[in-house]
């Protein structure tokens, strides 16, 4: 097909097979064609994800979701998360371990000493002096982690004994990371 108007390609662009161009538009595949080269844009998607609370060992953990939503946006390897968690009842007792949210769409990338971590908004969490609160993805993980610190505290993982059993918690969120594919 001819090209209409000024176009100007310096080196190779291939799309055949892998890409379609219409409209002023570049439309990727609804399956990533995966390339090996550093360099190379080979996935684009922006879709939905359910996030959802647990701990570590669950135990009796009873949740009732008023607001679930997430959504991401994927660029390569480059991933954007956003979440809003609203619960009017959530109730445990035999429950343990770190509190994790569940559903993340694409696993973290594997780096060295690396892990990626984001903005975490919360209600219904009691950490006394903690006034820093995060998110953050594991390298390999496909579950966030939630973190708190504060002026003169470190850092340290929010879990059930931080969780009031039987109050409405409130969690939003948004993270940037690198997926593993």
Known sequence: ?????????????DISGV?????????????????????TLDDYEEGSWTPVLTFVTPGNLSVVYTTQ???YIKIGR??????RITTSTFTHTTASGLLLITGVPCAAMTIASLNFQGILGWEGVTMANYTQ???????GATALETWSSGSGQGGNQVT???M???GPVDLTGFLTYFAAN
């Open 160 to 162: 059930a004994a931080n």
């Open 133 to 139: 609160h995060n998110v953050m993805i594991p390298q």
């Open 19 to 39: 890409l379609s161009v219409r409209g002023g538009q570049i439309a990727f595949p609804a399956t990533q064609n995966a390339s090996t080269e550093a360099n």
């Open 69 to 71: 939503v997430g959504r």
């Open 1 to 13: 097909q001819a090209l209409s108007g000024l176009s100007v390609i310096a080196g190779n662009l």
């Open 164 to 166: 009031p059993t039987g």
């Open 78 to 83: 480059t991933v954007t998360l956003t979440f």
